[in-house]
């Protein structure tokens, strides 16, 4: 039996597309010093992921189920990564920030490098597959998909980058899933998805408009 994912699911996960954007900005304001660092930036910091999980489950029930196999195991790697991001910036943020640099560079250089760098080439990975199946699917406005998976870059070799490239790449994150966030909620009344193997329709209204 088919149970229709109503519209309020989407214009939930854009409300926290549109979340992670702006705690994306906070994060790149906070790290070029632009505001100070405080307690509510630190804890807030990995919102910016659990949001952006949201935001990337609604645009894969909407839309990337119809990129078939490739999507769902790029969609699955890239939920993956983000709930590791997850505990990447809790350590960064409330563990980090409270040692010495001495005791970060010996965590860094046990199991904790290995999960950080598993973790980082594990978003990458997941974001350009995600990004590719979304794409695929001639739905999603091409625009803001682009900065996503742009932005990660940087982001994900962040210990191999400038700190400047790193804001840049939040920052290009931020708008790119502000965008999408903004636009599926636009979008939200005109997508009908239901849950059943290989019954995924989208209203031509919301073709018409993938393109803006």
Known sequence: MSHPVPATFYRIGAAAGCGSAVILLINAAKRAEIIPTSAFTQL???LAQILALAIVTALYLAFGRRAGAFGLV????NAFSLV???GVEFVINLVFADVPVETIDALRAGTLGVALT???VAFLLGTLGYVTAMLRTREVPAVPLVAYAVGAVPVSLRAFVPEAALDVGL???ALGVGWLGIWLFDRSSD???TWANDAVTVTQASRERASY
């Not at 790029?74 to 790697?77: D, G, H, K, S």
Request: proline share 5%; aromatic share 6%; no cysteine.
């Open 44 to 46: 807030v910091a990995p």
């Open 191 to 193: 997508i009908t998805t």
């Open 84 to 86: 590791a991001l997850v």
């Open 118 to 120: 598993v973790a980082s």
């Open 74 to 77: 790029a969609f699955l790697l």
């Open 171 to 173: 920052v290009t994150i």
